[in-house]
């Protein structure tokens, strides 16, 4: 397995447009999490997943915001009409559900600009 | 929400020197995780902890559950530890410790030569 992998690794958009993320987890991980990233803070928590079952959303994610994660195996983050403070990273990292493996892997990230 | 408060935000030290770096957070919790962020995003998992001490190479991480508080050392620091070492902690106590964190803004730490 290679990991968490995040595609695009960077997408440049017009203000309106919607944008979407791919995140692959490490094949055996039924959580997965995306969480945003501006540039010198750390990650805010958006919303994650325990297998195809999406437990919480942050009050962060906007109607604007929609993650889906079907058969419980990759997930996609949209974006609908996107504004210039939906720039960002999107973090993606997913974990086994055991209480003595909760160690999170994190993806490379998709760094999105709004124009 | 947990608020998760590190310190120091920046700091610089020479090579070989011992580091340190604090995390404070407001609500009980299971465990805390220690995270590493190069240049460019990627973000690695470097301890996960919900008592005592974890060892790992020159990187030993400790907590003290009843003061709220952790800490991330670096013995005979390198120019390649240089990163953005960020702490996160759940909401609260909980069976597994790693849903929804709350992130702390990170310490951003430079090994000169």
């Known amino acids: 397995d290679t990991g968490v992998s995040q595609d695009p690794r960077h997408k440049i958009t017009k203000r309106g447009q919607n944008v979407t993320f791919r995140c692959d987890p490490i094949?055996?991980?039924?959580?997965l999490y995306w969480y945003r990233q501006t540039l010198g803070q750390g990650p805010e928590f958006l919303t994650y997943f325990q297998n195809e079952a999406q437990l919480e959303k942050s009050r962060l994610l906007s109607d604007r915001f929609s993650a889906e994660r079907p058969k419980g195996s990759f997930s996609t983050l949209e974006i609908q009409r996107t504004e210039q403070g939906d720039s960002a990273m999107y973090l993606c990292a997913s974990s086994s559900y055991r209480p003595d493996t909760g160690e999170l892997f994190f993806g490379e990230g998709s760094r999105l600009t709004v124009l | 929400k947990n608020e998760v408060e590190q310190s120091p935000q920046n700091l610089t030290a020479q090579e070989g020197e011992f580091i340190t770096i604090n995390c404070s957070y407001s609500?009980?919790?299971?465990?805390l995780h220690w995270l590493q962020q190069h240049p460019g995003g990627g973000i690695v998992s470097l301890f996960m902890l919900s008592s005592g001490k974890k060892k790992h190479g020159r990187l030993i991480a400790t907590i003290n559950i009843q003061e709220k508080h952790s800490s991330l050392h670096i013995t005979a620091s390198h120019p390649r530890d240089s990163a953005v070492y960020i702490c996160?902690?759940?909401?609260?106590?909980?069976?597994?410790?790693?849903?929804?964190?709350?992130f702390g803004t990170g310490t951003r730490l430079t090994i000169i030569p």
């Open positions: 609500v009980g919790i299971s465990a």
């Open positions: 996160a902690a759940p909401p609260r106590v909980s069976n597994f410790g790693n849903e929804k964190l709350t």
């Open positions: 094949s055996e991980h039924n959580r």
